[in-house]
């Protein structure tokens, strides 16, 4: 059963504190990217990996972090600089940068109390 | 920055009747994709269609482009209760860089009534 899964779905965390969001894919895809959307908005690039060891800054990418140091996982941390953190956080995947079409996560819903 | 934008904003229709949505760009593209969300959930693909065409069908979905404009529409035909979501367009930027990354519009949030 193929696909892309994110964990945990509903995250709390006290603000002040680092939270790392998972992301994995079985697709075999090289492209990950993650994403923020906040209530009746469009989604908004945070950092993309176009290929293992290599990741990109997106729109937003103050206050997050990522690493990818395997080609199915792309794990995105929420750090303390980032002022408004709560959000629902949508991980996808693509076959490779540049083919458009993306495969996306169940998302995780971050609250910061 | 944004780069497509969805008209309307919310649209209320009766089961079996046909729901449009416009989509609007800003700059040259070579594709357009749409998307479903349905609420809480992650989003689905439903239909790219490139820039050298102008309409494109995949079972009740039709699809249309006018690069002349920067529009496209979706069209769903004979709705259905299942079929209410959240509906997105998303563009590739040639301006920034190409096809790397995703433009994603706000959204239409359609219902549609039993």
């Known amino acids: 059963d193929g696909g892309i899964t994110q964990s945990p779905k509903y995250l709390f965390r006290k603000e002040g504190q680092n939270v790392t969001l998972s992301c994995e894919q079985n697709l075999n895809h090289d492209a990950m990217y993650w994403y923020r959307q906040d209530p009746g908005q469009g989604l908004r690039l945070i950092y993309y990996s176009q290929i293992v060891n290599d990741f990109q800054k997106g729109d937003i990418a103050e206050g997050y972090s990522v690493s990818r140091e395997k080609k199915e996982s792309f794990p995105l941390t929420v750090t303390s600089a980032q002022k408004n953190p709560t959000a629902f956080y949508l991980c996808a995947s693509s076959i490779r940068s540049g083919w458009n079409e993306q495969f996306f996560g169940p998302g995780t819903r971050l609250t910061v109390l | 920055s944004q780069q497509g934008e969805e008209d309307p904003q919310a649209l209320s229709i009766q089961e079996g009747e046909n729901a449009t949505m416009n989509c609007s760009y800003k700059t040259s593209i070579n594709n357009l994709q749409w998307y479903r969300q349905n609420s809480g959930r992650g989003l689905v693909h439903l239909i790219l269609?490139?820039?050298?065409?102008r309409e494109k069908h995949s079972g009740r979905l039709r699809v249309t482009l006018d690069t002349s404009k920067k529009s496209s529409s979706l069209l769903i035909t004979a709705s259905r209760a299942a079929d209410t979501a959240s509906y997105f367009c998303?563009?590739?930027?040639?301006?920034?860089?190409?096809?790397?990354?995703?433009?994603f519009g706000k959204g239409t949030k359609l219902t549609v009534n039993p």
């Open positions: 269609i490139r820039s050298n065409e």
């Open positions: 998303a563009t590739d930027d040639i301006a920034q860089g190409g096809s790397e990354k995703l433009v």
